[in-house]
């Protein structure tokens, strides 16, 4: 059964830092691919990072370009999003989700399935 789980959540100062994690089960991350989405309260889905299971090639929303660094640690099949000068829009619940692929339209979060139950991270002094 294909599971992730997020975890690494929490209440940060503006400027600070966090890393999530994404923990998956039942298949590896040599064949899924896995996406970052977040949802901030009364505002649509919007896709954050994602990192191709064939390559490892990162892709990034332009709003966390040079902020966020999204990596993958084979041998513990664990999915990092490392969050680094966080802004009071960074507050939303983040979500991972897994996809066979990557396609140009993977902010849309279409092509993912599994998604995990989501952490909550909220930005503010």
């Known amino acids: 059964q294909v599971q992730v789980v997020e975890s690494g959540g929490g209440l940060v100062q503006p400027g600070g830092s966090l890393r999530l994690s994404c923990e998956a089960s039942g298949f590896t991350l040599d064949h899924y691919s896995i996406g970052w989405f977040r949802q901030a309260p009364g505002k649509e889905r919007e896709g954050v990072s994602c990192i191709d299971s064939f390559d490892g090639s990162t892709y990034y929303a332009d709003s966390v370009k040079g902020r966020f660094t999204i990596s993958r640690d084979i041998a513990k099949n664990t999915v990092f999003l490392q969050m680094n000068s966080l802004k009071p829009e960074d507050t939303a619940v983040y979500y991972c989700?897994?996809?066979?692929?990557?396609?140009?339209?993977?902010?849309?979060?279409?092509?993912?399935?599994?998604w995990g139950q989501g952490t909550q991270v909220t930005v503010s002094s």
């Open positions: 989700a897994t996809a066979p692929l990557i396609t140009p339209q993977w902010t849309n979060g279409v092509d993912f399935g599994s």
